[in-house]
């Protein structure tokens, strides 16, 4: 599947949400435990810009308007000093998995971080979740850190791997 994504709009965000929940039964990907609603994720959705934090989302090249992935830059920690870094979280719907677009999705949001002013790029992964694990790692992320049983999925605790990448090398003041 080649790679074509777009800014999202507002209108995109009831397929993001769609897709984000129908990762929820699987229990590998998202720390919610029911779906969530279009409103709960409002002020998230406005949390991203195209200029600094994007929200992208692909839509079927065989039907054109359904969404079928998206990926988010997220800020981390919120904090100032923090601004050269950022989360990436890649949703695909089940119609698009194992044909190759997250890695299409994380090598394009790689590519576009620097002109966003993003140095360093993470990702949070459940410990138990080896294909995100190894598409991350493949592109030369490395664990940063372990939270161990941090989450109780369906009574089983589970850990929360950090891996992250750095892009340039940061400038520091003298």
């Not at 790679?3 to 769609?18: E, Q």
């Not at 050269?84 to 890695?103: C, F, H, N, P, W």
């Amino acid at each position: 599947m080649s790679l074509s994504y777009r800014d999202a709009t507002l209108d995109d965000l009831p397929a993001i949400v769609a897709i984000y929940n129908s990762t929820v039964p699987s229990r590998q990907v998202t720390a919610d435990l029911e779906p969530v609603s279009i409103e709960s994720r409002l002020a998230w959705f406005h949390a991203h810009g195209p200029h600094t934090r994007p929200l992208w989302v692909v839509e079927d090249p065989r039907q054109p308007g359904r969404v079928i992935a998206w990926l988010s830059f997220s800020d981390f920690y919120g904090r100032p000093a923090y601004q050269r870094t950022a989360e990436v979280s890649i949703y695909l719907d089940e119609s698009a998995r194992g044909q190759g677009l997250g890695k299409q999705l994380l090598a394009a949001s790689l590519a576009a971080a620097p002109a966003l002013g993003i140095d360093t790029v993470l990702g949070f992964i459940f410990g138990h979740n080896d294909a995100s694990l190894r598409l991350f790692r493949g592109f030369g992320f490395d664990a940063w850190g372990t939270l161990p049983r941090v989450a109780v999925l369906d009574g089983v605790e589970r850990d929360l791997v950090i891996l992250g990448k750095r892009l340039a090398t940061a400038t520091a003041a003298a």
